[in-house]
């Protein structure tokens, strides 16, 4: 029975903490470009995400080593400072949009002046990641950022054609500008993909001492949690393909996916999905200033662990603060944090196959993993996605260029 | 590595690849204001429908009491100044951008006057139904740049 409530706790987790500012932006322009024809590229990412995600789970439960130290061991110090300084980059970028957005939701809900919401959304931030554990953290966020399920009521109640949502799921010819559209294909599937989830989740792990008997969990976690979690991407994308295609909006703002609400729902849809969008990005901010430290100290073989006093992990604790303080800095400057969120999702994907590849070859590996090594589906699953990975890298920075980042 | 020959030849012709670099812009200087070409009017008319017609439909909402009053002004100014950068692009762009132009700063400031409008809704009415022109125009505009 406690397992069963530990379950459903993490499920529900999952769920609220499954959007980020990555999924808003990119669900929502690709509802209002592309109506529901892109659909199926929510499903593959997830599908990856869940393979990627039980992959780091099970290689964390059993050789007990984390992202960063496996890259730095299995493709060189070289190679792997080039893997750590990308995605770094990746997560400064993404942690900037964060706390833009959590600016941005504060202040339509307060009205107070941009800046000075910066900078309480980082002193905040910086308050709660330092008092509370990991385990109030996650349900504080991910419970509140259950708000968003207002998202799928407002889809239902948009009363969609069906028929034309499930012929969605199918790869079609596209109706557009194919290359706009392969971009957007790129970018949601980076914002389903993000690696910072996956060393987040790898380091938890490690520090949560995880064994052979936590992978169950795991794999019902990663499964259920993120498939329900995809719900509210579709639901992005029909509020966006009912209410902003036919009128010709292309959504550029943080407050367009809960103007979608508003029109269906009225007050009440547009609070809760404000409040939803808060504590959805305000999640994501803690999880990629973490990561960020996260990787710093396991390639330099720093103490780390939130678990761990700051007194007895200084670089690790420093890393972390130092993120959000430089993410702050980066909003402040005026540069919109949708914009920095198109820029690192896109970027993000382009690092995404140097951290991919030392966790698939590990899995496998007989030695670290024993007989919890791939299974067979696992390891089909996990070099398809590889291949995958690779063709989106090499295409995401030509893509955006060409298509003007996604304008056409 | 470059050859010294090569060194040498870079070293005849780059100044004078900068004069003629030079009077090209000078020549593109003389022409007067910078244009702005079809592909950006019809970039810039796509923005200015997609601003004014997101700003019908909050306009509209609020118009039926469907929205707060700090969501409704906090949104209104992003879009008024998306609203405002846009006119600015255009006012330099030339004779065949001025209509785009003229009706940029309409919607800029419609939008700015339902930033303000706070809880008159017949004022939020007539802007709603101004602005969904406005964003029927500018498509037309756009199809026609």
Known sequence: MK????IALGILSAIGGFVDIGDLVF????????????MWVVVIGVVGIIVYSEMCGRVAAISKRPVFDLVRERVGFSAGLGTLIASEIVNLLTCAAEVGGIAIALQLLSGLPYRYLIVLAVVGLLVLSWTLPFVWIERLFGYVGLCLLVLVVAAIK????WGHVAHGFVPSVPSGNRLVYFYFVVGLLGAALTPYEVYFYSSGAVEDRWSAKDLRMNKVTAIIGYSLGALLSFALMVIAAQIFLPKGIDPQFLGTPALGVEAVLGRIGLILAIVGILFAVGGAAIETSFSGAYNLAQFFGWQWGKKERPSKAPRFALSWIAIFILAALIVMTGYDPVKITEYSVIFSVVALPLTFLPILLVANDPVYMGRYRNSRLSNVLGIAYFVLILAIAASAIPL??????GKG | MRSPAAVHHTGVIAPKAVVLASALLLVAGCGGKSTLGPKALQQEATGLQSLAAEGGILAGDAAHGRSTSVFLRVH?????KAAQASASTLAAGGPAATSLANLATNVARDLEGLSHSGSDRAQQRRLAAALARDAARAGKLGKSA
């Open chain 1, 3 to 6: 397992q069963f409530l530990q």
């Open chain 1, 27 to 38: 669900n929502t322009q690709a509802g209002a470009t592309f109506g529901f024809e892109l």
């Open chain 1, 158 to 161: 948009t009363h969609p054609s």
């Open chain 1, 400 to 405: 955006m260029i060409l298509t003007n980042g």
């Open chain 2, 76 to 80: 209104a100014q992003y879009l008024t």
